[in-house]
């Protein structure tokens, strides 16, 4: 991880592949120890492994989970749609 952040609310474009210049899911988590996983659902990302250092502190950066989900209607019905509310914070999610 170099300079880069993430901003709620904000999309960010995930191309699968830390090859791709443009980038910001797996090419931002990519260190020496590699990335997470390019699949659906829960990733993890473990310091213990090569995870990334605060700048500020100097301290290794705690594990941390990443939810994969849409926010976009799709072609068909889906009975297990995920619900992130930022309102009350609650996460709703099947995965």
């Known amino acids: 991880m170099g300079e ?4 709620v609310g904000h999309q960010h474009r995930d ?12 090419r931002w988590l990519n260190t020496s120890a590699g990335s997470i996983a390019n699949s659906g659902g829960i990733r993890f990302k473990d310091p213990a492994s090569g995870g990334s ?17 849409r926010d976009m209607a799709a ?8 619900v992130v509310d930022e309102v009350s914070g609650n ?5």
Do not use: C, M, S
């Not at 072609?75 to 995920?82: L, R, S």
């Open 4 to 7: 880069e952040f993430w901003r």
């Open 75 to 82: 072609q068909h019905h889906n009975p297990w749609e995920d």
């Open 91 to 95: 996460i709703y999610y099947w995965g």
């Open 15 to 26: 191309k699968a592949g830390v090859k791709f210049e443009d980038d910001e899911l797996l």
């Open 53 to 69: 250092v605060d700048p500020e502190t100097g301290r290794a950066v705690p594990a941390f989970f990443v939810l994969i989900t």
